[in-house]
């Protein structure tokens, strides 16, 4: 009788090189398929996988097909894994966008600001150099005819929404558009 441990013993190593082999190419394969920016499959893998191939690889047939792959529980897991490598890089990508974006929005917010606080103190110089008295702006008022007031009101309501220092709500009051107070009731504006 023929003793066959020898035979057994070659045929034992063979699977074990195939299967390292087959392990490194998996992990190389999938390596090339991220950076590549491709899906990880199965099916992408093994074709990855054949593509990578050397003739040491070919020789212990280290190329395995994605029914090999699914069948096998230890395969199956480094394809998992890598496809859960690229979605992590993929919302790390989307998450700096997010970022960005936010910066961008708060800069444009800061800018606003600036260019609303410097026409507020454009507004205020011109107040301040009015040199306008309380006393003698009404007196003034009463002097006038009503419709003189009148089209000094509308005059001066154009010239606020013009400018943007207010707008007219829903209800059309004018409101101050760095604080929210009314400035002239809607009562006062329908009578214009």
Known sequence: MKDL????????EWRKKRAILTEELLKDSIKELIKLKATISQKTVSEMMEKLASNEHKEFKAVITPSAISKNEIYKNIVLEGKNKVQLLENKKQSYKLDGDKQFEAFQ????????????????SIIDRANINLEQTINYINSTNENNYKDILKELIEFILKEGVAYLDTQKNLINESTGDILITSKIIKEL
Do not use: C, M, P, Y
């Open 5 to 12: 441990r020898s035979e057994n013993d070659n045929l034992s």
């Open 109 to 124: 917010l800061k800018s606003l600001i600036a260019k609303k606080e410097v026409r507020i103190k454009e507004l205020e």
